[in-house]
């Protein structure tokens, strides 16, 4: 019995050395995707438009884009707070989902999609004003 439970001691601390390993590796690889996310939302709607539009892929740098994204965050409270609980990374694409909240306390479900830390994609719903 106590052969069976030693076993199974090392047997459960090499699962959580290995879950915690995969799971650090995750939160490292997507560290520069989730900060470019979290720039990009926390900018952008506080106004800061020109330091957020450098995040953008480059098809996305266009005049007519920069101004859609402008009208977007128009009138927006600004979000203090993003976190994103979904990581999904292939290969250079790098998809978010989360939440973003504002200090008076509304929050927003986020949908990012990166390219290589370029914003491809984003939802913001519903936008705090």
Known sequence: MKKFLKIS???VGVLVVI???VYAGIMYASSGARSVARDFIMLSSSGQN???NVMLHQSL???EAIQKVAAIFDGVDPYTDVSFASINMEGGSTSLVGTAETAGGCASKV???LVEN???FFNINPLCR
């Open 118 to 120: 370029q914003i491809i």
């Open 111 to 113: 949908e990012m999609e």
């Open 50 to 52: 020109d330091q957020a």
């Open 61 to 63: 740098q266009t005049d």
């Open 19 to 21: 879950g915690v390993t």
């Open 9 to 11: 001691a090392i047997v």
